[in-house]
């Protein structure tokens, strides 16, 4: 592996590394995931001020020989800025609103123009393939008109990794050990739909007094974060952590005991697939990114609307050892589906494929 890749560097291009998002996690776990499988990566943030000078002055200095981009709009926006980087290989992984919300919006012709343009288009989730293909029925890629959308198409899950922090105990979040746990491991995003959990876990709760429910994540819209927040006021069931370093998420998800994810679509519910993995049962919306990953009454429930939730969580609620259950089966789930190494496995094969005709 060495001889391949040796002097032959990567850029990952992520659209955002200072909030705790999805796309900033995963690129954080795959540089160092990446690198400590010998191969050269260095990460661009769209955040950084000069990043189109970074990447032009790389680019005539060919200090690049592999370019992987994050979210098909964002990269697309760097391609049209940098006409340059389609001299090279491209790889691109979407990852859920690009897919969602992107694909069918004023960006749709952009966003097929960097499908024709990269090499390989990384989906989290096999449903993703059809959605792609049907909105795109006609694409032909302009080197090569034999070349398929399926065949640049690629599924490759997402790792669970999570750091081994200092131990944490309910009472420094003001929790008891008697009370039930909801996590909602979440940005503070419209497409979140984070009311949704607030307004099925009251209706439960005024059943269940034990019942709390954690929120953890960054306050990224701020007009959706006012209204989250006035919807939380006087609800002292209700604990808001804001962002929590992702090094500290695993010793808060143990916490809890059941995660929740309540999402109008996603690319893949890391948040819940940690809580998952550390044996968690789960509550997701049955919406495109979280359909198929667990199997209905198995390992949680999909819901599709208020009343669903609320039956789901009462059935949890009540029932301690068949939350056992289901969460061990959860942690069954992730260690066989969504293993870091096989993360690792699969985008190390594709970076190969790409650095040695590089080389060569």
């Known amino acids: 592996m060495v001889s391949i890749i040796a002097n032959k560097k990567v850029l990952i291009i992520t659209p955002f590394d200072k909030d705790q998002r999805g796309n900033s996690i995963t690129t954080a776990r795959l540089l160092v995931g990446l690198t400590s499988r010998g191969f050269q990566i260095d990460r661009l943030s769209l955040e950084r001020e000069n990043w189109q000078e970074y990447l032009k002055d790389a680019l005539a200095k060919s200090k690049y020989a592999l370019i992987h981009g994050f979210h098909a709009r964002y990269f697309g926006e760097v391609l049209q800025a940098i006409p340059q980087m389609r001299n090279i290989p491209l790889i691109l992984t979407t990852t859920g609103t690009d897919i969602h919300c992107d694909l069918l919006g004023e960006k749709r012709s952009m966003i097929l123009d960097t499908f024709q343009t990269v090499q390989k288009i990384v989906v989290f989730n096999d449903d993703f393939h059809q959605i792609i293909q049907d909105v795109y029925p006609g694409f032909q890629h302009p080197a090569r008109p034999s070349l398929s959308l399926a065949e640049k198409l690629v599924t490759i899950p997402q790792g669970v990794f999570l750091e081994p922090g200092a131990e944490k105990n309910r009472g420094e979040l003001g929790l008891s050990e008697d009370q039930v746990v909801f996590l909602l491991p979440s940005g503070l995003r419209r497409i979140k739909h984070i009311e949704l959990a607030i307004d099925s876990l009251s209706a439960v709760q005024d059943e269940f007094p034990e019942v709390r429910l954690l929120i953890m994540g960054a306050a990224i819209e701020e007009d959706y974060t006012r209204k989250i927040l006035n919807r939380m006021r006087g609800l002292d069931w209700v604990i808001y952590l804001e962002e929590i370093p992702h090094s500290e998420m695993m010793s808060v998800l143990r916490l809890g005991d059941i995660v929740i994810n309540t999402s109008y679509c ?85 970076y190969r494929q790409f650095l040695r005709q590089a080389r060569d």
């Open 266 to 350: 996603e690319g893949q519910p890391q948040g819940a697939l940690e809580a998952m993995s550390l044996g968690k049962p789960c509550i997701l919306t049955g919406v495109p990114g979280n359909l198929n990953i667990i199997e209905q009454g198995v390992e949680g429930f999909y819901v599709g609307n208020q009343e669903e939730l609320v039956e789901a969580a009462k059935i949890l609620v009540q029932d301690p050892v068949e939350r056992h259950l289901m969460g061990q089966r959860a942690a069954q789930l992730t260690a066989s589906k969504f293993t870091l190494g096989q993360e690792l496995d699969a985008y190390s094969r594709i």
